[in-house]
């Protein structure tokens, strides 16, 4: 419990102390004065007064590693930004890297002086499906050429991509298969294989396939089991229901010949008649 201090104490109000800035007495415990003080993180505690005149408290504990961003660590856990910051850095820099020779090996360069300009240019991660690209891969890490990208825009801006132009769009061949609804590898075995011109490999379409039954069995019954209609697409199978109210998917032969009859209750009634038959025998055996 703190209490008034009993002898006069040196006034430390609004003075500075590393990070700290003394706000007011709060009191004395067991000998010691405390100040209270805040960070300029914006952690507020108190700090016994001894601590700050020598020097033996600069920080509520944010600054404690030099090599983190005063301000984007809590007990040496890096913020999302710092640690973007920091991997670029050392991609570029640090020829330890295990991806340094995709980076600085290659020429790539951290152009950054401080992580507050790099901070001021890409802004905080919109989401935690958000990480730093490069809008040219072949460029440097630099104002305006840094962007926070999903998975999904990262995996279309690499060198392995392969890059189509066409009329004065130049798209990788993903972001063409959607804006023309063909599929990719249509498109490339059009353009690789087929040598076929860029036009026509982005315009002509897929020709499309009939898909019909054989035999229609809409309508019919198998035992307990009535078709309702063909379902596309599936290589030949049959929307049913069954006697019991079941929805069910059935193929054109085991309808056909006969090995499915039901939803599955119809076997389930069966080994239940079985049971109870072997349990009755065994009642009058006794």
Request: proline share 4%; net charge positive; charged share 25%.
């Amino acid at each position: 419990m703190l209490i008034a201090p009993k002898r006069q104490v040196q006034n430390l109000t609004a003075q500075h102390f590393g990070y700290w800035t003394v706000f007011a007495l709060l009191g004395a415990q067991n000998g010691h004065v405390f100040w209270l003080c805040k960070c300029r993180c914006g952690q507020i505690k108190p700090v016994p007064a001894a601590n700050l005149l020598k020097g033996k408290s600069k920080s509520c504990g944010c600054s404690g590693q030099s090599n983190l961003q005063h301000g984007e660590t809590r007990r040496n856990h890096a913020s999302p930004e710092y640690r973007a910051y920091h991997k670029a850095k050392g991609r570029c820099r640090n020829v330890k890297d295990a991806r340094y020779p995709l980076y600085g090996g290659r020429g790539i360069e951290f152009r950054f002086q401080s992580f507050d300009e790099f901070l001021s240019e890409v802004g905080r991660r919109p989401t935690a499906k958000h990480s730093l690209d490069r809008i040219d891969v072949e460029g440097h890490y630099e104002p305006g050429n840094l962007r926070w990208a999903t998975q999904k825009d990262q995996a279309r801006n690499t060198r392995r991509n392969l890059l189509i132009t066409y009329g004065d769009q130049t798209k990788c061949l993903s972001e063409w298969s959607e804006q023309t609804g063909i599929e990719a590898s249509v498109i490339a075995r059009r353009i690789a294989v087929f040598d076929w011109p860029v036009e026509q490999a982005l315009t002509v379409p897929v020709p499309t396939t009939i898909d019909r039954p054989r035999r229609d069995l809409t309508n019919l019954r198998f035992t307990r089991l009535k078709v309702l209609a063909y379902i596309p697409r599936t290589g030949g199978y049959w929307q049913c229901i069954c006697d019991c109210g079941k929805s069910v998917r059935a193929r054109s032969n085991a309808l056909t010949t006969g090995s499915m009859r039901s939803c599955g209750c119809l076997k389930r009634e069966h080994a239940f008649t079985k049971i109870a038959k072997i349990n009755k025998s065994r009642k009058q055996s006794l």
